[in-house]
């Protein structure tokens, strides 16, 4: 038995899955240039695919890395709607500080 | 020597990670995500992962971050206009995100009793042994996936084309 996680245990892959992603919420909420957000969101679904692939390693089933290709998927959809959406925003109020976007406040 | 790359690995992704949070400039931040990014298929070569690390570093690196750049380069982005944030926000994130790891590490450091698998394959992240599964047991998903695409390029285009109506 000679793999990774014979060396280093599966909970050091659950604490900086768990650190990465807390740093991920961090920056979305101190941050508020929206594209600044958005990589804290893949920071965030990096985290999780490297738990699942640690996971998938670790049970010594390939289902883990699947699911990690298809949130790879989604993850390029959404950036590529999202930067659009992004780019839209700058061209109709010239900022993309998302503390201008108060104009569905009551 | 396994266990030092494992850690080496994990200080230089938190390190990169931490510096796309705090880095003014949103250039800057795009680089160090890059790095992150690097770093984390290293993670999943260690992994036995080898398909998944590359896929990896040609989707993010690739084409996901040469799309972040663009459009940064594109609405002319830099650490003049980066806006500014009142500080007791800033310090309330940071605490909720802290209490977060906090909680997160603490009740996760407990788990124990999980066994791992007893005989290992150190091929099943080969792309012989990936492609095998994905187009049978989950080849619906793969179809689905596909849709999606048509529909985030269907998306993305009108989003991004000129409304006659408001300029």
């Given at each position: ?27 979305v ?15 965030m679904l ?29 993850a ?31 | ?66 799309l ?22 800033k310090?309330?994130?940071a ?32 792309i ?40």
């Amino acid at each position: 038995m000679n793999t990774i996680l014979s060396i280093v245990p599966i909970q050091y892959y659950i604490i900086l899955s768990a650190i990465l992603f807390s740093i991920g919420v961090m920056g979305v909420l101190t941050r508020s240039n929206a594209i600044i957000i958005f990589m804290s969101v893949e920071i965030m679904l990096n985290s999780v695919n490297l738990l699942l692939a640690a996971f998938s390693t670790y049970h010594n089933d390939a289902a883990g890395q699947i699911f990690v290709f298809f949130i790879m998927a989604v993850a390029a959809a959404e950036v590529a709607v999202g930067l659009a959406i992004i780019v839209m925003i700058y061209r109709n109020i010239n900022t993309i500080d998302i503390y201008n976007l108060n104009k569905l406040k009551g | 020597m396994i266990a030092s790359v494992f850690y080496f690995l994990s200080f230089v992704s938190i390190f990169f990670a931490v510096m796309v949070v705090v880095s003014k400039n949103p250039v800057h931040s795009v680089l160090y995500l890059i790095l992150t990014f690097f770093s984390i298929a290293g993670h999943y070569l260690l992994l036995n992962a080898q398909f998944l690390a590359l896929v990896h570093i040609v989707v993010y690196a690739g084409a996901i971050m040469v799309l972040f750049l663009f459009v940064i380069m594109l609405l002319n982005l830099n650490a003049a206009t980066e806006p500014v944030k009142s500080s007791l926000m800033k310090f309330a994130g940071a605490i909720a995100g802290g209490s977060l790891m906090l909680v997160l590490i603490a009740v996760l450091s407990k788990i124990n009793s999980i066994q791992p698998a007893h005989e290992v394959n150190t091929q099943i992240g080969l792309i012989k042994n990936l492609g095998k599964i994905l187009f049978t047991e989950y080849n619906l998903p793969f179809e689905v996936a596909s849709i999606l695409f048509l529909v985030a390029m269907i998306g993305t285009v009108i989003l991004a084309k000129k409304n006659p109506h408001t300029s």
